[in-house]
């Protein structure tokens, strides 16, 4: 069974920085890519970023981009999301998700799914 669990989400100010984890387990690195994706409170959810198993290409949001790192660590299975500069317009339900494309850009490319860590970034 795949299952992603996500943490490192918190309150922050304006300006602040956090740094998000995805433990992976069940799953199977050898193709495909890890994703982070958010929702916020009245929004449709947004792929932010997304990392490549294999070369490790990533991609980033255009509002993203310049402030947000994603990088992996192999040996544990693990994704993360560095997350500097941070904006009000940042808060939202943070989730990571496996994919099978090595370029993920859509909602539908993505398979399994985390339950999300909560950002806040006040003002």
């Known amino acids: 069974e795949v299952q992603l669990v996500e943490s490192g989400g918190g309150l922050v100010q304006a300006g602040g920085s956090l740094r998000l984890s995805c433990a992976v387990s069940?799953?199977?690195?050898?193709?495909?890519?890890i994703g982070w994706i958010r929702e916020a409170p009245g929004k449709g959810r947004e792929v932010v970023s997304s990392?490549?198993?294999?070369?490790?290409?990533?991609r980033y949001a255009d509002a993203v981009k310049g402030r947000f790192t994603i990088s992996r660590d192999g040996a544990r299975n693990t994704v993360y999301l560095q997350m500097n500069s941070l904006e009000p317009e940042d808060t939202a339900l943070y989730s990571c998700a496996t994919s099978w494309s090595e370029w993920p850009t859509q909602l539908y490319e993505y398979t399994y799914w985390g339950q999300g860590t909560q950002v806040t970034v006040s003002s």
């Open positions: 990392i490549a198993i294999r070369g490790g290409t990533t």
């Open positions: 069940g799953f199977t690195f050898d193709e495909g890519a």
